[in-house]
């Protein structure tokens, strides 16, 4: 029954002072940890074979449990890394795609400017002719008045003169009357 108490004592010290140290990060802390827990269980003192047989249980336990323990971790660290790698291929891969949507926009914005210029140059060519034409015909129908108005101008010129001359006859033919007349 002796043995059973230190069985007890032993694993349950170890394991307070398991719980006090850091995690373990790399194989020389393991390996220094493994080699303090086996001085501080081989120091005990007894050279009792059942205490032998528990520090050896003990220590087989506790090698046990750091090699789950760092192979579970190590295996965290190898999902972390590739979630880790996996977003990152996503993330470059959403890049791409988006780089590859804005060089085509960046193409067709380019194309509809060419053609939003070409359309208002040919709406100004077509303006100006427009307006060219209009003002020809405006032109056109100014010098027709013109030359109307000209012409109308010598005829009541030549209205004014021959009423002018009807008058003198209408005198000459009233003189002559008044004169007969008499």
């Not at 493994?34 to 506790?62: C, I």
């Not at 003198?168 to 009233?174: F, S, V, W």
């Amino acid at each position: 029954m002796s043995s059973l108490p230190s069985h007890n004592k032993d694993p349950s010290r170890i394991r307070k002072q398991l719980s006090d140290s850091c995690p373990v990060s790399s194989v020389a802390t393991t390996k220094s940890l493994r080699h303090e827990r086996l001085s501080r269980l081989g120091s005990s003192g007894s050279s009792d074979v059942s205490n032998d047989t528990s520090t050896n249980h003990a220590e087989s336990y506790f090698l046990q449990r750091e090699n789950r323990l760092s192979a579970r971790k190590k295996a965290q660290e190898e999902t972390a890394n590739n979630d880790y790698k996996k977003m990152y291929e996503k993330a470059l891969a959403t890049n791409q795609r988006l780089k590859s949507r804005l060089e085509t926009s960046k193409q067709e914005l380019t194309m509809i400017q060419d053609q939003l210029e070409r359309a208002q140059k040919g709406r100004q060519d077509d303006c100006g002719a427009n307006v060219l034409e209009a003002e020809k015909k405006e032109s056109w129908s100014l010098k027709k008045r013109i030359s109307d108005m000209e012409e109308q101008l010598k005829i009541k010129a030549e209205l004014k003169m021959e009423n002018q001359r009807l008058k003198d006859e209408n005198g000459a033919l009233i003189r002559v009357i008044t004169k007969l007349s008499k």
